[in-house]
């Protein structure tokens, strides 16, 4: 497996795109399966977990193109999608054990060919992501839900039949995947207490692009008419807020300045505030957000993850590492998932000062300095702040297990790097 090697101590200055948004393209592709028309993709990114959704939809008898692309001036790619009768109604073990994400042709196929069989899916441990939300709300559109062998059955007679759905607690998820299947459903969807993350907004642009009636997007109920037949479209997916934030934190973290090109303030409004509230001016203008902590000491302030327009849980982690840097003590206060404190052992080793709270809470107080050491990545978000306290400790670090970062951080070393950091991959190769 590769490695990255980081030589701490380098301010942060420059540029950086920020690319495509993983958590909304992922969905959009499987809203390809609708139509038998073409949904052509733009500003998509290059990432492992693109990778695996589109050999995932190879499977089922998507015809993808790929094509290389500028947006912005930075390159990028674009891919159409095309799916004018599905070859296969089965999402195998072998993909999706590779990407959670998966489940997301559940809704699409179970809509459009009223049938479909999904493995049970994997992703990173960061604790239990049950599916019964999905399942339980596709049953009361009238689907046959049955698990038997790994793997969820379901089925319908005819249509999927409109219905109120109250989620009895936010997801992401299950909220993509139900908007998706009522989009062909027979008569009209309520969805309450949807998750409102920028991702589902321009998922229904999307679909509503294709021909949907989807309103109340961007708030907590969303209502779907359900239409006979959807058609293709074009559509740009939005910046990644995840990366963006990430890439903020980096230039607190080294007290640099970056501007984040493409960055959207509104889709980060809560993380920002916590930067201002530490200490670190933030700037926006109509294209980008400019960080900049030079010459700033730092306050800690406590964090809760909630879901948007709360504090995001795929910030936790990195915002945690920030926080050693900080004067005093915050409390970093995790409600989405039960595992999000697994890199913390890791801090430990390069001298964090770190008390875990059982799986919900974690005291972190500010140290002089971190120490470079050997330290093991255990999922995707994990693995960025690891680099972070790489990138701010004494001596040489080594991250490994990276492949968690490729599924969710576009040439990562290349952005880093071209901001001045002294980061490379090293490649299993390059060590025998």
Not at 26 to 31: E, H, Q, S, V, Y
Not at 353 to 380: F, Y
């Amino acid at each position: 497996m590769d490695k990255i090697k980081i030589i701490g101590g380098k301010k942060l200055k420059g540029k950086i795109y920020i690319s495509g948004a993983k958590n909304a393209a992922l969905p959009l592709i499987c809203a390809s399966l609708l139509t038998e028309d073409t949904v052509t993709l733009t500003n998509m990114p290059m990432l492992s977990d693109i990778k695996a959704m589109n050999a995932l939809l190879t499977q089922l008898g998507t015809q993808i193109d790929e094509f290389n692309d500028f947006v912005d001036g930075h390159p990028t790619k674009t891919y159409s999608y095309r799916t004018p009768q599905a070859t296969s109604l089965t999402a195998d073990y072998d993909y999706v054990r590779k990407m959670r994400a998966s489940y997301y042709v559940l809704g699409p196929l179970l809509t459009r060919y009223g049938k479909c069989e999904l493995s049970l899916p994997g992703g990173c441990a960061i604790g239990a992501r049950p599916m019964d939300i999905h399942l339980s709300s596709l049953e009361q559109m009238g689907a046959h839900i049955e698990i038997k062998n790994g793997y969820v059955h379901a089925s319908v007679d005819g249509r999927l039949k409109g219905c109120k759905i109250t989620f009895r607690t936010v997801s992401v998820g299950a909220t993509c995947n139900l908007l998706m299947a009522a989009t062909l459903a027979e008569g009209t969807t309520i969805l309450e207490n949807s998750a409102m993350e920028p991702e589902i907004g321009d998922l229904a642009t999307l679909l509503n692009d294709m021909g949907a009636k989807i309103s109340g997007i961007g708030t907590s109920v969303l209502t779907i008419e359900g239409v006979e037949k959807l058609h293709g479209a074009t559509h740009k997916v939005i910046a990644d807020r995840i990366e963006a934030g990430s890439y903020a934190v980096a230039a607190a973290i080294t007290r640099g300045k970056i501007e984040l090109i493409n960055a959207q303030e509104w889709t980060l409004s809560r993380p920002l505030q916590i930067l201002k509230d530490m200490g670190v001016s933030i700037e926006t203008t109509p294209h980008s957000i400019i960080v900049d902590a030079q010459d700033r000491d730092l306050v800690g302030k406590d964090i809760m993850t909630e879901p948007f327009p709360g504090f995001p849980t795929d910030l936790q982690a990195q915002f945690l590492v920030l926080m050693l840097t900080a004067k005093g003590a915050s409390m970093v206060t995790e409600t989405i998932f039960e595992n999000r404190f697994m890199h913390v052992p890791e801090l430990l080793r390069m001298g964090a000062d770190i008390n875990v709270h059982g799986h919900a809470s974690a005291i972190v107080r500010g140290v002089e300095k971190l120490s470079g050491a050997q330290v093991m990545a255990t999922d995707l978000r994990a693995s960025f702040a690891l680099i972070l306290a790489g990138l701010i400790a004494e001596g040489t670090t080594i991250v490994n297990r990276v492949y968690h970062l490729d599924r969710g951080y576009e040439k990562l070393e290349e952005k880093l790097k071209g901001v001045g950091a002294l980061i490379e991959r090293i490649k299993e190769s390059d060590e025998e």
